[in-house]
């Protein structure tokens, strides 16, 4: 048999006494299966619990440094990438031996059933040793057992034990054992056979008859007739284990399609995960962004924390210095009043009679006091009384004579509210809003402007001086500059405004937003804050103007913000708030909205639609300066980055993230504006001085003229002694220009302003 298996394992063809036969078997059928010495498959369950019992066992039982695990996982489905269960437990077995000096692999076979799946990686791998768990609820080790190829020997195992064991079987190894069985028996008869041809050839040739020599030749054809039969039935049967293989190969195939299925879902899977993992990349370098910018808003609040915790340092040592010298001062007191009481002592009648006197000085000073507040109640009543006298009512026939008619000439503005004109009343050239009567908007948009500004003063409002009723007609203070968006068009061939005076007209309209949401007993909502309706005067000075639509909204008692709400929001597209426009509601923090706006087109000189999405591409970009206005001059990075920042969080959608205007939008507006003042006077004051125009700092902010008798107050600002007295004395305690609470009302003469607009005055008695 051994003979015939060597003929036949590579194809074989050969004629025997006039019988051929051909046979083609697998080289497969024969060769047996092969594997590898020192490799030990153990199949381990998804449970990492009830693997550990069987990877103890092996590591007991095998040799380390000979031995080389190849875990078995059978799973019904692919894996869902790295964070599958799964993967994570293979993981950890492969720890685990790593841990025990063990080389180790890891063989995924996906199949429905764990059972069926062994068998399959037995069929395919050829293991020489299979180690696997013995479940007590389960007969997949039965089914192995029984099922499994036999070249390979099973070891089972529970709770850690070995149950038992199947050895390898080589006598069922060999394929069709009964043709096997038939070709033995016809070998040994061809055999003999053989052995009887050759006798009789010894024979004949010793000279036995002829008889014997024809009995031997029938014999030994009738042994080969047989072997002919033999073979052709072995062909037969290789010709029908052939037709089997081909079916378990069409098997195989349909097997292999599925694998490439699956591993083209796992590349998939794979595909999928690396995009995820791009994406949180990208998101975890956006939040790296903000982090980053959110460290340099830190460093600012820091540094300006610690400049201010330098002040308070300052102001406290400075306090200490007055405490010690108060009570030098006490002590020195202490000191006369113990003398006095011994003279006292001494001088008892004389101590009465000062008594008296003081008595008197006393009754004389109450008197003198009475007298002068009744000095100062005159004085006021006669102040208000030219004041409502300026603010007076206007005929029609006035209004007529002083605009020509209402020439087109002398217009000014137009809009949807009414036209503007430039007119001469009183000897005083004023600008005169008509209003459409016939519009019940305007009449109330007339009213409301009215009630505002006949309630409310600041520098940088423009002044109210009358109004007439027959038409709707308001009368203000004329501004010979124009708007602020004619400025930034530069319309007329106006001339660009500087960096400097566009700083200083922003920290102007700060102020004046400050002053308007800090009145009492009702706060000021503009409402259509723009650069059309910032009015700018001889000497660019800035002063809002239009109330038509602003509101009037009451003081709350608790820290709920006062608010408007109403169905038909009204402002001017890309500066009013996105919130109030969404919602309804009008707040405080709707103007911050806009004056974000204004800052951002002072500082770029760009359209409002979309600016703050410019400006913020450009400062995450880091290219800034490309955005801003180069006509405006070379403005400080520094100060147009501040500027910037705190306009980007004035533009921010929801009015909760807004910056408060006093403690945040202020605390970095004013030291850019002082910053850009003392800039401007260091090259401007030079050249105002000699070509004769009013310098701005002899200007006082509440009369707007040039100052006689300058005075500075709590606050740092000069201003006309009778105009800042005036102010204290109407029951003001906050600045005039901060609107910020002033810490006394003591006022200082300042002698050096005084004497340089003297001396400025007389080389310029034309003014």
């Known amino acids: 048999m051994d003979r015939i298996k060597s003929v036949f394992q590579g194809g074989y063809t050969r004629a025997l006494y006039g019988v051929q036969v051909v046979a083609t078997v697998p080289t497969w059928v024969f060769r047996g299966t092969q594997s590898t010495a020192d490799k030990v498959f153990v199949a381990l369950p998804e449970t990492y619990e009830d693997g550990l019992p069987v990877l103890s066992w092996v590591f007991s039982y095998f040799p380390c440094d000979k031995t080389k695990i190849i875990i078995i996982h059978v799973i019904p489905s692919p894996f869902k990438g790295l964070s599958d269960p799964r993967y994570l437990v293979l993981d950890k077995y492969l720890s685990h031996c790593t841990t025990h000096k063990f080389q180790a692999e890891k063989l995924v076979h996906i199949a429905e059933d764990f059972a069926g799946g062994i068998i399959e990686v037995i069929t395919q791998h050829g293991p020489k040793n299979l180690v696997m768990r013995k479940a007590a609820n389960r007969d997949d080790a039965s089914i192995v057992m029984r099922e499994a190829n036999l070249s390979c020997k099973l070891w089972f195992i529970s709770d850690g034990n070995l149950v038992f064991t199947r050895e390898v079987n080589f006598d069922k190894l060999n394929p069709a054992p009964t043709s096997s069985e038939r070709s033995q028996s016809n070998g040994q008869s061809t055999e003999v056979s053989l052995s009887t041809l050759s006798r009789s050839n010894s024979e004949s040739t010793t000279g036995e008859g002829d ?331 800035s002063k809002l103007s239009d109330f038509g639509i602003s509101r009037l909204l009451k003081q709350p008692d608790t820290n709920i913000t006062a608010y408007f709400q109403t169905t038909f929001p009204a402002g001017t597209f890309a500066y009013i708030d996105p919130e109030y426009l969404t919602t309804g509601i009008l707040t405080p923090k709707s103007d911050i909205y806009s004056f974000g706006i204004i800052i951002l087109r002072l500082l770029t000189g760009k359209p409002p639609l979309n600016i703050a999405g410019q400006v913020q591409d450009a400062m995450r970009n880091g290219i800034l300066l490309s955005v801003i206005d180069k006509s405006a001059g070379s403005w400080p990075y520094e100060q147009a980055k501040e500027l910037a920042k705190i306009a980007l969080r004035c533009t921010e959608l929801s009015r909760s993230q807004r910056p408060d205007l006093i403690t945040e939008v202020w605390a970095v507006v004013k030291p850019l504006m002082e910053s850009a003042s003392a800039y401007r006077e260091l090259r401007v004051q030079g050249s105002e001085l000699e070509e004769g125009r009013i310098p701005s700092h002899f200007i006082c902010p509440i009369l707007q003229d040039v100052m006689q008798d300058p005075y500075i107050a709590a606050d740092g600002f000069t201003y006309e002694a009778d105009a800042i007295r005036q102010w204290l004395r109407g029951g003001h305690n906050t600045s005039p220009m901060t609107n910020l609470p002033l810490p006394h009302h003591n006022l200082i003469p300042n002698l050096l302003l005084r004497s340089a607009i003297q001396e400025w005055l007389q080389r310029h008695p034309q003014i």
């Not at 195939?253 to 995009?275: F, G, H, M």
């Not at 001062?329 to 008892?348: P, T």
Request: charged share 30%; proline share 2%; with cysteine.
């Open 211 to 541: 008889n014997d020599l024809d009995g031997s030749l029938n014999e030994m054809l009738h042994a080969a007739s047989v072997e002919a039969d033999n073979f052709e039935k072995m062909a037969a049967e290789i010709f029908r284990v052939q037709k089997k293989v081909a079916g378990q190969v069409t098997k195989l195939a349909k097997k292999l399609e599925q694998k490439e299925q699956q591993i083209r879902e796992l590349k998939e899977i794979l595909q999928t995960e690396k995009q995820e993992k791009d994406q949180l990349r990208r998101k975890i370098d956006e939040i790296q962004h903000e982090k980053n910018e959110e460290i340099e808003q830190v460093v600012v609040e820091r540094d300006f924390l610690r400049s201010r915790r330098d002040e308070c340092l300052n102001q406290i040592q400075v306090a200490n210095e007055r405490r010690l010298a108060l009570e030098k001062q006490v002590s020195d007191f202490e000191l006369v009043v113990k003398d006095l009481k011994v003279i006292s002592a001494s001088a008892g009648d004389r101590i009465e009679s000062l008594q008296a006197d003081y008595y008197n000085l006393q009754q004389e000073r109450d008197n003198l006091v009475k007298k002068t507040e009744e000095l100062c109640l005159q004085r006021e009543n006669m102040h208000s009384g030219s004041s409502s006298a300026l603010k007076s009512e206007f005929s029609l026939e006035e209004l007529q004579q002083a605009t020509q008619n209402f020439s087109e000439s002398l217009k000014i503005g137009q809009g949807g509210f009414g036209s503007v004109y430039k007119g001469s009343l009183r000897q005083t050239t004023v600008a005169i809003k008509l209003l459409h009567s016939e519009s019940l908007q305007g009449i109330s948009q007339f009213q409301q402007e009215i009630t505002i500004l006949t309630n409310v003063r600041h520098p940088n409002l423009v002044t109210l001086i009358g109004a007439c009723s027959e038409v709707s007609a308001l009368v203000y203070e004329y501004l010979s500059n124009g708007s602020l968006e004619d400025r930034l068009t530069c319309s007329n061939n106006t001339p660009p405004l500087t960096w400097q005076v566009r700083t200083r007209i922003i920290g102007e309209i700060c102020l004046a937003l400050i002053f308007l949401h800090s009145n009492k007993p009702q706060l000021v909502v503009h409402g259509d804050l723009k650069p059309e309706n910032i009015l700018l005067d001889t000497n660019l000075v």
